[in-house]
């Protein structure tokens, strides 16, 4: 079978299965099993695929039509233009994260101290140590050992040197920081079961289900925080698109100044920022 062929059976046997993408998808795993960049495709789309890679695309396509997630099969997922090493256990970084990374680059400054609790695979603390000024120290936390093994994976695969404590939130983690982040579990409990089959079926629910009500974590978060950051840092929280007026309220009642709701790309509310006790 040619490559071309390859492609365009791929994509049907995707598409049969019901995998949103079909044709981005099984171009990525032609790419992935031959071992090709897409320049040199382009060019070899009238060549045979070799048996081996052949073999090798189909099994991956298997594991697709399963609705396995792309960047499971692949091991590594985009996130701010650089690749993350990801697998089961670890959530998947999202585009929507990156309105986080935008919201708190430009208060970043040289030796700040930051915590990113629930780090997963390390995705935020990694991108501002990498994209900030010199300096930083990081400290990432999560309760789940599948994370922050990920997690110290991507700081040695990244050149970046961060410190990853396995910690419920707050409790094993000492001293006082400049900023603090986190993308915490926020889905509510109930909507779980309406998830896209890659997330609901592969992703780990530890890292997506914020309790009946999906605030918990917040209020958690935001209750113990404050005892954290010195006075004048900041706290950055990713959140659903529906939960910026509550999570701002939980923000102010737990003594935060200038708490903003910060809209993603689509122009959905994003994040939410607060400042602790500034004079
Ligand atoms: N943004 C993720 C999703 O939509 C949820 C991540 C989270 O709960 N922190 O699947």
């Not at 708190?104 to 997963?120: A, E, F, H, S």
Request: charged share 25%; with cysteine.
């Amino acid at each position: 079978m040619t490559f071309k062929e390859a492609l365009s059976e791929g994509t049907g046997m995707l598409r049969k299965a019901g995998v949103p993408g079909a044709d981005y998808d099984a171009r990525a795993l032609l790419l992935f099993a031959s071992g090709m960049s897409i320049e040199k495709l382009a060019a070899s789309y009238g060549a045979e695929l070799p048996g081996a890679a052949m073999k090798q695309y189909l099994h991956l396509l298997q594991r697709r039509m399963s609705r396995e997630p792309l960047q499971y099969i692949m091991g590594t997922a985009p996130f701010y233009g650089r690749d993350f090493l990801v697998q089961r256990g670890v959530l998947i970084p999202r585009f929507d994260t990156e309105t986080l990374i935008e919201a708190v680059l430009p208060y970043l400054k040289p030796m700040m101290r930051i915590l990113d609790l629930c780090t997963g695979s390390g995705c935020i603390l990694l991108t501002l140590l990498l994209e900030g000024p010199e300096g930083l120290e990081g400290t990432g936390s999560d309760i789940s050992e599948e994370a922050l093994y990920c997690a110290r994976k991507n700081a040695e695969q990244l050149h970046a040197e961060a410190a990853f404590v396995k910690s419920d939130l707050f409790e094993s983690i000492e001293g006082s920081f400049d900023l603090i982040t986190a993308n915490p579990p926020y889905i509510r409990s109930s909507v779980i079961g309406s998830l896209e089959a890659e997330v609901k079926e592969f992703e780990p629910l530890t890292a997506l289900d914020g309790s009946e009500d999906g605030l918990e974590f917040y209020r958690r978060i935001l209750r113990e925080a404050g005892s954290h950051l010195r006075d004048g840092g900041r706290i950055a929280l990713e959140i659903g698109f529906d939960q910026g007026s509550d999570v701002k309220s939980i923000m102010e009642s737990e003594g935060f100044r200038d708490a903003a709701v910060l809209k993603d790309l689509a122009g959905l509310d994003r994040a939410v920022i607060g400042v602790w006790n500034y004079v």
